[in-house]
């Protein structure tokens, strides 16, 4: 029987800018073998600040994730939070994988912190929060230090967004094995997208054609606090594997009808300015990264930012 491989190609985030859409995407392709779930986590375990050495899971309970790997060229996972976890995960998984490729996948972070607003009232985590003003100023209280990320209060969204604080170490470490992503373009030209990542991976990138429909997008709750509970029932079931995925699928379907409801707010222009200018020196010093690092096709907002 096998008993899995390690993965030598990694979408290592940001959360809420397409790492499932990607992740679906690329493992259509038959040369590349996904994980048997998405996000393994497995890295994750390494950031001192989140996890004692003492916790660390087995090589082998990270390779039993790619036992269902049978001779593809690549096996993949895709763990959104290992981007921003620090540079104690950057060099773990240089250090444990055999010459890995890593994706990172970056969106406008204002409208990433809007999607994660939305995604977080979507699952009941922020109850108490009745709109996107209350949560910026949550958030905002946050600024001060990357050692928040290890609480588990659902507050970390404006922290992510500051793109400079961590990709350069990506780019530093792992250079042309990196890749960069933007969501903005994935939205627009998928097709295109994945071809580049197949030239890029060296393999066909005239595959069979491949369902690019946008996965893992979020629905809006009627009610948070129903969310709420659903949530943490479905956590607790995920934790025992209780359930098997076609059954999940069926819940997850009677949910949604039953508990989806209409976005609660737009993201005004005023509350886009507010966030634009938080977000405007790392955006800046982001655009500089990736520009020297040979990136010149960079979407408006990173234009914007050199040139603002």
Known sequence: MNSGRLPNLLIVGVPKAGTSSLFSYLVQHPEICGSDRKEVGYFNYFNPLRHAASQLPSIDSYMAHFAHCSGQRYALEATPSYCYKGQAVVD??????????????????????????????????????????????????????????????????????????????????????????????????????????????????????????????????????????????????????????GVRRLLRRAYLRVNTGAVPERLDPTMRRRVDVIYRSSNRATAQALTASGYSDLPPWLRDAISG
Do not use: C
């Open 92 to 245: 773990a998984i240089r250090e444990q994988l055999d010459d890995p490729k890593v994706i990172v996948t970056l969106r406008n972070p204002t409208d990433r912190l809007w999607s994660d607003y939305t995604f977080q009232r979507s699952l009941g985590n922020i109850p108490t929060i009745g709109s996107f003003d209350e949560y910026l100023s949550a958030v905002e209280q946050r600024r001060d230090g990357w050692t928040d990320l290890k609480l588990t209060s659902h507050r970390q969204g404006l922290l992510i967004g500051f793109y400079a604080d961590y990709i350069p170490a990506w780019l530093d470490v792992f250079g042309s094995g990196a890749r960069v992503v933007f969501t903005e373009d994935m939205a627009r030209q998928p097709a295109q997208v994945l071809r580049e990542l197949f030239d890029w991976l060296d393999v066909d990138p005239d595959v069979a054609t491949l369902d690019l429909e946008a996965r893992n997008v979020t629905s809006h709750a009627r009610s948070p606090k129903v969310a709420s509970v659903v949530f943490a029932l479905k956590r607790a079931g995920d934790r025992l594997k209780v359930l098997p995925p």
